[in-house]
């Protein structure tokens, strides 16, 4: 059983910077993943990144907004972005896929429960 805990969220003014993380509880295999949902939208993808070699995909909304990241020797992945806008302002969560995962939900096994963010005008 993997058990995941996103920290770092928070209010943040518009033009900040936010890293979050997320650390895995139990092992880590397949890849994971950031969504974001904000209030009345569906929850939308991010970004993804495997535990083994690192390699990531990116929605294309994102468009180097965002960096996804993570460090093995800390069963943690991270997602930082630059130029907080009030629109990043959402819950994201993180998740992981014991297979493959891409951008839909569906493809992880394990959610965590979510952070809030929210970005200041």
């Known amino acids: 059983q993997v058990q995941l805990e996103e920290l770092g969220g928070g209010l943040v003014q518009a033009g900040g910077s936010l890293r979050l993380s997320c650390a895995a509880s139990?092992?880590?295999?397949?890849?994971m993943g950031w969504f974001r949902q904000a209030l009345g939208n569906e929850r939308g993808f991010v970004a993804v990144i495997k535990w083994s070699g690192g390699s990531s995909v990116y929605a294309g909304y994102v468009k180097g907004q965002f960096t996804i990241s993570r460090d093995n020797a800390k069963n943690s992945a991270y997602l930082q972005k630059n130029n907080q806008k009030p629109e990043d302002t959402a819950i994201y969560s993180c998740a992981e896929g014991v297979g493959y995962s891409g951008s839909w939900a569906e493809d992880y096994d394990y959610w965590g429960q979510g952070t809030q963010v929210t970005v200041s005008s």
């Open positions: 139990g092992r880590t295999i397949g890849s």
